[in-house]
């Protein structure tokens, strides 16, 4: 599983970890073990050259790479971790349907949970 986490979010988790690692109040010795090999992973610095090989990347419209993507090095070279479109009929999958407010059906919202037209909610 790969989880994204911006900066914030990291160094949150990191101080969690290094707090529940340094006072060991909810885990045995060895559930500190597996924190302190997540908290390792959490504060290992990107490969140096991550930003050379995603630019070596060939993008377009069906393919890309985040500037903050994650390589795998070999000897040769690296792999890449992308992005690659895929529509719902390639994946032969029903397109979701909009999220609409359970009150006036408005469809148009800002993101939000809650619709900008009523102030109902937003449901799928
Ligand atoms: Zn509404």
Avoid at 46 to 64: G, H, I, K, Q, W
Wanted: net charge negative; glycine share 8%; aromatic share 6%.
């Amino acid at each position: 599983m790969w989880l994204r986490l911006d900066d914030h979010e990291a160094a949150f988790l990191a101080e969690l970890l290094n707090r529940e690692l340094k006072e060991q109040l909810h885990v045995d010795d060895e559930g500190k073990g597996k924190l302190q090999t997540i908290f390792d992973r959490l504060n290992e610095p990107p490969d140096s050259d991550t930003a050379a090989f995603a630019a070596a990347v060939d993008t377009n419209d069906e393919l890309e790479v985040d500037s903050d993507t994650v390589i795998s090095r070999s000897d040769d070279g690296a792999f890449v971790m992308a992005w690659v479109y895929v529509t719902n009929a390639e994946a032969g999958v029903e397109p979701e349907e909009d999220a609409s407010c359970e009150n006036c059906g408005g469809t148009d919202n800002d993101g939000s949970d809650i619709c900008t037209d009523c102030g109902g909610a937003i449901t799928s």
